[in-house]
């Protein structure tokens, strides 16, 4: 079977899949083994050791490669360690152009974990992807972005940046986490990487923790394979089947999320006690036309601000949800409400979190697939 030949909906089910070769299962078998046999040494069948590869793990990342439409997959135990093996690219006094408005964690790692063994972290507002190139020096070797954004939603045009890249013979990653290839695929749109915390939409029931990179280049993706194998922070094989699993429904569950999506973002838009909501799919967002273009329709990730509220408002109001879950994380088929300043983001700087917009009034929400009826019910309680 030719996978690009393949529409994507086809592709979650059967991309990069054929029957198991041993009795036909059609699920990959969970193959929960750390060695395997060899009849001489050196002779196997494929696999050594778990950590190097596995039969399921290479299932999952064999689909990775397919939605992303890349030509190599690699799953790692989080999305934090998918993260850790890009960085590992690179070498002391290398710079990394960042934005300014992205996941504490990778923050946290970029600052606290590899600066201090002499990479240089710079970050910025990249909603002007020509504004990118006044940081870019003759030591920048890896743009990151991520788009939409982590929590602000800011657009950023993937396109663009990857021509800034190439000029600069610069590595370009896009962690896809929010949009995830059902609504966009930067491998098209000239990335040399994408990243997901497949730990999210990708897995979607909230019962896994994964990461992913896909590319499409072999160098690329043999230094990666190296890098996998050499820090081994790889996935085992029941979280690959999990997660291979909810790829096969990823794209009837994102069309519910991006719908009830829009009827959150709509109904919170005209809440006389919301100041502000930041949703891609509105027309006075920015980048509206930049989402448009490069995204298929805008996801269920929403931020918003009540109106006159203060930290203890925006606490108040999440405590009181009730199908909204508090919890960390999104993506998954139930409702999550985050308060950003002290969950996701509390590992960035009040002043550096507040530069770009995350206030401490901010929540945000991932809208899950129940019935938009209930859930406007719900946020109609809380906000009061």
Wanted: contains cysteine; negative net charge.
């Amino acid at each position: 079977m030719d996978d690009k030949k393949l529409k994507f909906n086809s592709k979650t089910i059967h991309g990069g899949q054929e029957p198991d070769a041993a009795y036909g299962a059609v699920m990959p078998p969970i193959y929960q083994t750390s060695t395997y046999a060899q009849s001489t040494p050196g002779a196997h069948k494929g696999y050594e050791y778990s950590r190097s590869a596995n039969p399921t793990r290479t299932a999952l990342e064999n689909s990775l490669a397919s939605i992303e439409n890349g030509n190599y997959g690699l799953a790692f135990a989080s999305g934090l360690a998918a993260i850790d093996a890009v960085v590992k690219l690179l070498d002391p006094g290398d710079e990394v152009v960042s934005t300014n408005d992205l996941y504490g964690g990778s923050y946290r790692l970029f600052k606290q974990v590899f600066e201090k063994y002499g990479i240089k972290f710079t970050f910025i507002g990249m909603q002007n992807a020509e504004k990118i190139a006044e940081y870019i020096t003759d030591k920048t070797r890896l743009i990151w972005v991520e788009t939409p954004t982590n929590p602000m939603m800011n657009v950023i045009d993937i396109k663009a940046v990857s021509v800034l890249a190439k000029q600069h013979d610069i590595l370009l990653a896009v962690d896809n986490t929010f949009a995830t290839p059902y609504l966009q695929t930067p491998l098209d749109l000239g990335a040399d990487i994408v990243m997901h915390s497949a730990t999210k939409y990708l897995g979607g029931h909230s019962d896994v923790v994964v990461g992913a990179l896909v590319v499409k280049d072999k160098e690329l993706a043999d230094k990666l394979y190296f890098i996998q194998n050499a820090s081994g922070a790889v996935c085992g094989p029941m979280d690959s089947f999990l997660t291979l699993r909810g790829i096969k429904t990823l794209h009837v569950r994102m069309q519910r999320h991006c719908d009830n999506g829009k009827a959150i973002a709509n109904y919170l838009a005209k809440h006389p006690k919301i100041e502000k909501v930041y949703w891609p799919g509105f027309e006075d967002h920015a980048n509206h036309e930049i989402a448009k273009s490069q995204m298929s329709d805008f996801g269920g990730m929403i931020s918003f601000i009540p109106a006159g509220s203060s930290y203890e408002d925006a606490i108040r109001i999440v405590e009181k949800l009730r199908l909204f879950t508090l919890a960390e994380s999104l993506g998954g088929v139930e409702s999550l409400a985050g308060h950003p300043a002290s969950m996701t983001h509390a590992s960035i700087p009040k002043e550096e979190r507040e530069k770009s917009g995350v206030v401490d009034s901010l929540i945000r929400l991932s809208v899950g697939i129940e019935d938009e009826a209930d859930l406007i019910a719900d946020l109609e309680r809380a906000i009061g």
